[in-house]
């Protein structure tokens, strides 16, 4: 069973940073893609970042310059480092991951969601 396990949330001051963990469990025969996402209380989920397994990459307007995504291809893991962060940055944070599986589909999976704070 395919699972994608996030770590690496909690609560940080403005300004600070804090890096984020996403990590695809389970047999597969490769992943497309990562990103990550995230939700603020009542609003819209929206793009954080994007990679691809070719090391292409898309940010969302709001954390382009602060964020980078990374990716280990062969470990199937993204990463997320989050530097000069505010407190509009407050949100749950979801990996997702594009993932062929060992039957050549694709699939998308979603993560349990890690909560992000940033605030004094």
């Known amino acids: 069973q395919v699972q994608l396990v996030e770590s690496g949330g909690g609560l940080v001051q403005p300004g600070g940073s804090l890096r984020l963990s996403c990590a695809v469990s389970?047999?597969?025969?490769?992943?497309?893609?990562m990103g990550w996402y995230r939700q603020a209380p009542g609003k819209q989920r929206e793009l954080v970042a994007v990679?691809?397994?070719?090391?292409?990459?898309d940010y969302g307007d709001s954390v382009k310059g602060r964020f980078t995504i990374s990716n280990d291809n062969a470990k199937n893991t993204a990463s997320l480092q989050m530097n000069s962060l505010k407190p509009e940055d407050t949100a749950v944070y979801y990996c997702?991951?594009?993932?062929?599986?060992?039957?050549?589909?694709?699939?998308?999976?979603w993560g349990q969601g890690t909560q992000v704070t940033v605030s004094s």
């Open positions: 997702n991951a594009h993932i062929r599986t060992v039957t050549m589909t694709t699939l998308l999976y």
């Open positions: 389970g047999k597969t025969s490769g992943v497309n893609a």
């Open positions: 990679i691809t397994s070719g090391g292409s990459t």
